[in-house]
């Protein structure tokens, strides 16, 4: 099993352009989950699945944007990127609900905004 | 807003010597989770603790949880150069038990 995979890794985009970050995990968990982390801190949730065609927003949506039409996916889309979304973005997933399992996490993708 | 709070921020200790780190947190919780991260990497899970549980053991981790005083310590037996890592606590939001609040974690380096 892969786990939970991210794609890109890496991408440099120019203020106002859009991209979508993708994540795939091959477990079948229900829960998927999108968290940024920046330098010194922990991760903040910004949007989460509970389940296919779920979406919840979390701690910092704004700005962002998230589909899960396969339950094996989840998507994270920035429409405008603005160089305060410079980050180390992670997703995870997991089984049961977040506070009584483990989360799963990917490698992350790192983006910056110029 | 941060739920849990690692303490101390940073922490260097020779390999052999034993690591704890802290947490406190700010509300009630039905469980506390800790994970590693090693530079570069996404997090991994190493233990949950529910509220009913004082103790749980893994391996050279030992971590406990103090609900009275909302605090929860990890502490890595016989640290290795490998164990050097960010070690956060994460615990449920308020509300919801499909969030998880990560704290800013502690940096461990173990040196050689």
């Known amino acids: 099993n892969a786990g939970v995979t991210q794609t890109p890794k890496f991408r440099v985009l120019k203020t106002g352009q859009s991209m979508t970050l993708l994540c795939a995990q091959d477990m079948n968990h229900e829960y998927m989950y999108w968290y940024r982390q920046d330098p010194g801190m922990g991760l903040r949730l910004i949007h989460y699945?509970?389940?296919?065609?779920?979406?919840a927003k979390g701690e910092v949506p704004d700005g962002y944007n998230v589909s899960r039409l396969k339950k094996q996916n989840f998507l994270l889309g920035l429409e405008s990127a603005a160089p305060s979304q410079t980050s180390v973005y992670f997703c995870?997933?997991?089984?049961?609900?977040?506070?009584?399992?483990?989360?799963?996490f990917g490698p992350g993708t790192r983006l910056t905004v110029l | 807003s941060q739920q849990g709070e690692e303490d101390p921020q940073a922490l260097s200790i020779q390999e052999g010597e034993n690591a704890t780190m802290n947490c406190s947190y700010k509300?009630?919780?039905?469980?506390l989770q800790w994970y590693r991260q090693n530079s570069g990497r996404g997090l991994v899970h190493l233990i949950l603790i529910r509220s009913n549980e004082r103790e749980k053991h893994s391996g050279r981790l030992r971590v406990t949880l103090d609900t009275s005083k909302k605090s929860s310590s990890l502490l890595i037996t016989a640290s290795r150069a490998a164990d050097t890592a960010s070690y956060f606590c994460a615990t449920d939001a308020r509300g919801s038990s499909y969030k998880l609040i990560f704290g800013s974690g502690t940096r461990l380096l173990v040196r050689p």
């Open positions: 509300t009630s919780i039905n469980n």
């Open positions: 995870a997933s997991s089984l049961l609900a977040a506070n009584t399992d483990t989360q799963y």
């Open positions: 699945s509970v389940g296919e065609g779920t979406t």
